[in-house]
Structure formats: structure tokens, C-alpha cells
């Protein structure tokens, strides 16, 4: 069926990307060992520190988030090294079964996917750990599969309450420029970051922001690396170069993303998102549907997983959604498929394009007959214009 209008790419993550930075992906590709591209390469690599909140350096990969993964352990441990990891949901699943075929021994902290990482079980594991056999803790910071937010300061400061000297690396894949995050402050060794969710960028590459002490660490980390080793892409970094052919076209959207976001300013951002999900919780609440999150700390600004009732399949929800009003809503992942749709409210968005899709959402609860009552849209669009946008400048 021909369709009229935009569609609605409502999934949280690949997010929509803006036509500043689609018309600047469009530029003619130059040689990635020329001038040109070292001032490109030399701009974005140090923008991204502004997005890190970190003075540490930040390698980009021509890779997904996966590789990203990858990069973080096996840079920084070695064969048989224990690792703490925390069940939030799918993707610290994914996570640790990277960690496990890596050959590292995982200490996974099992939970009802409802829940981040608890800070008192890293003190408790950390001090239990009297031979200082964990050389890790990675903590998914927004579990994308489920909208539950770890907080990464309060495990840093059980970590530090417990005199474990084990790294903190943390995936923000989908909170990075999105919700609050600081790599410095926080104390944190590998952040693992991504291009295609908060950055407005397609998919196509990934990141590590690495501190002094991980980096310390890798020169005596002995898992094999090869492509992901951080040495050589260091070293070429710091003439502009890489030391294989990188995402030259991506890197110009880099560029324009990095703009965009100052032009906003990062702490306006992290507020815009907050809003969202206010907003989308407020409309979830009228509904008289449940979301997956259930600590108000833990709650996302970049996403909201919604329950369906029981024995409704969120997925046919889905389907009719995208028949009928051309927009993607997320899927249930793992053990959640079927049973929840998620609410991407990240990257380019605004108010209007909340409202809209809460719109197509209700519209579609009322066609597919779902038990829920009226009100949503109503209770969302009460929920934002109640709240001024203060601006930081
Ligand atoms: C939190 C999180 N971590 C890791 C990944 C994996 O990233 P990729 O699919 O780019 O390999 C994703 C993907 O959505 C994610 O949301």
C-alpha cells in the first residue's frame, strides 16, 4: 500500500535520524588516509569526550555494539578471569554470553528482569571476594529489552565501600546522550557506546571510552584481540588515523550529531528524555497498563516496556500498529516476547512526536479490542504541558 507521511520509528533504537545529519552522511567519501579526514577524524574523536562526560580517550569502531562488547573484555582480562555480571534483562544476557565464550568465568547475578543491578549485592559479592579473584563488574546502564535503568554512581560507590580494585565497565549503548551519564564522575574504566540510539546516527559504529586504569590494565591482558585491540587504534588516533579502514561517511553524521547536541546542550537533553518518559508513564498509568520497570529510580527516559493483559500477544499489537498507522514500536525480547511492546522516546523527538505516537498506540488498543480504558494521549499531553522546558544554556 503506498503510504503518505513519515513513518514512525518508534523502536528505541536504530532511532530516527535527523535530515541535518543525513544530508551531512550524504557527502562525498574522501580518502581516509588523506588531511581532509585526520581534521575530521581529530574533531569527532574529541567531541565524543564531551558526550562521555570524560577526558579519557574514546575509540570509535566500524562495528556494531556487540563488537564493542567484545573490545571491553578483551582488552582489559585475561583467560579464566572471573567477572561480576547482573541479569537485567536480554541485552546483559547477550553480554555475558559474549563474556563466557571470551573464556571468562562469569559470576551472573540472576533477577525477575524487573530490576537493575543492585548496589548492594556488588558490595556484598565485592567483599565476600577476599582473594580479589573479580577482575570486573559490568552493568548494563539502560537495559534496552526492558526500560530499567542501573545506577552506575551507587554501584561505583559500593565498589569503592567494599576496597575492591575490580574494573567497572558499563554499557550505555542506549543511554549514551540520552540520560544522565558520567564517565569520570562516576569512576567508571570502559564505557561501551553506540551510534545508532541517543547519537541520531544509523548503525554502524561503537565505542569504548576507556580510563587510565583500564587502560593500565590491557597492557596486561592476555585474551587474543586483533581487530578490537585499543593499542593500535590509540596510536593512529592521535594523527587522525585508524589502523584499518574506518566509517568515513558515518563519522561526517558524527560530526553533525556532536553539533546538535551541544547546540542543545547535554543537560537539556538528559531533561528532554526525563519528560518523555514521564509523560509515556502518564499515558501507560491511564491506560491501566503495567510497565515492566518498577523502581521509580530505575525508571527510563528512553524507553517504555508496556505489559500487555494477559493473553493478549503483544507482537499481532505490533503488527496492526504498523499496518494501519505506518509506525514500529519495539518488540519483546527473550523471555518478554510476546508480552510487551516497548515505546522508543529517544534521539530526535519531540513533544508532538510523542503525542502522535501515543496516538497510533491508543488508536491501536481500540482496534485490537485490548482491555484498557481511554485517556492516555490525554493524560500524556497533561503531563508535558504541565511541565515548563527549562532550559540550560
Ligand atoms: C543495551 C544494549 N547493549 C548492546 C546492544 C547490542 O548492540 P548491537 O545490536 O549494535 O550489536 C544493544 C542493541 O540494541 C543494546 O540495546
Not at 561480576?84 to 568465568?105: I, P, R, S, Y
Not at 560507590?157 to 567497572?168: N, S, T, V
Not at 523527538?349 to 501515543?358: I, K, S
Amino acid at each position: 500500500m503506498a503510504k503518505s507521511g513519515r513513518h514512525f520509528l518508534q523502536i528505541p533504537g536504530p532511532t530516527n535520524v535527523p535530515d541535518r545529519v543525513l544530508r551531512a552522511l550524504s557527502r562525498p567519501t574522501i580518502d581516509h588516509r588523506g588531511p581532509e579526514f585526520a581534521v575530521l577524524a581529530k574533531e569527532v574523536l574529541h567531541g565524543l569526550k564531551e558526550i562521555f562526560l570524560t577526558s579519557s580517550p574514546v575509540i570509535i569502531y566500524p562495528g556494531s555494539g556487540t563488537g564493542a562488547w567484545e573490545a571491553s573484555l578483551v582488552n582489559t582480562l585475561s583467560p579464566g578471569d572471573k567477572v561480576l555480571m547482573f541479569e537485567t534483562g536480554h541485552f546483559a544476557t547477550l553480554w555475558k554470553d559474549v563474556a563466557t565464550k571470551m573464556g571468562l568465568q562469569v559470576d551472573w547475578v540472576t533477577s525477575d528482569w524487573r530490576h537493575g543491578a543492585d548496589p548492594a549485592v556488588v558490595y556484598a559479592k565485592l567483599a565476600d571476594d577476599r582473594h580479589q579473584a573479580i577482575k570486573a563488574v559490568c552493568v548494563v546502564h539502560n537495559e534496552t529489552s526492558t526500560g530499567v535503568v542501573s545506577r552506575i554512581a551507587e554501584v561505583r560507590k559500593q565498589i569503592d565501600a567494599a576496597r575492591h580494585p575490580a574494573l567497572l565497565l558499563v554499557d550505555t549503548i542506549s543511554s549514551l546522550g540520552s540520560i544522565e551519564y558520567r564517565h569520570d564522575a562516576w569512576g567508571v574504566d570502559v564505557t561501551v557506546g553506540c551510534s545508532q540510539k541517543g547519537l541520531m546516527l544509523p548503525p554502524g559504529i561503537s565505542f569504548n571510552a576507556v580510563s587510565e586504569k583500564a587502560l593500565a590494565a590491557s597492557k596486561s591482558a592476555t585474551l587474543p584481540r586483533a581487530y578490537w585491540d585499543w593499542e593500535p587504534m590509540l596510536r593512529d588516533n592521535k594523527a587522525g588515523f585508524f589502523p584499518y579502514t574506518p566509517s568515513t561517511n558515518i563519522l561526517y553524521g558524527l560530526r553533525e550529531a556532536l553539533i546538535m547536541l551541544r547546540e542543545e546542550g547535554l543537560e537539556n537533553v538528559f531533561a528532554r528524555h526525563e519528560r518523555f518518559g514521564r509523560a509515556t508513564r502518564a499515558a501507560a498509568k491511564a491506560w491501566g497498563l503495567d510497565i515492566v520497570a518498577v523502581n521509580p529510580a530505575e525508571y527510563s527516559g528512553v524507553l517504555t516496556a508496556v505489559m500487555m493483559p494477559e493473553g493478549r500477544d503483544a507482537d499481532a499489537f505490533r503488527q496492526l500498529v504498523l499496518e494501519r498507522f505506518d509506525m514500529s514500536l519495539g518488540t519483546g525480547l527473550g523471555r518478554l516476547k510476546g508480552k510487551i511492546f516497548r515505546i522508543g522516546h529517544l534521539g530526535d523527538f519531540n513533544d508532538l512526536m510523542l503525542a502522535g505516537t501515543l496516538g497510533g498506540i491508543e488508536m491501536g488498543l481500540k482496534l485490537a479490542d485490548v482491555p484498557h480504558k481511554a485517556g492516555g494521549v490525554l493524560a500524556a499531553l497533561e503531563s508535558l504541558a504541565s511541565e515548563s522546558l527549562q532550559s540550560v544554556s
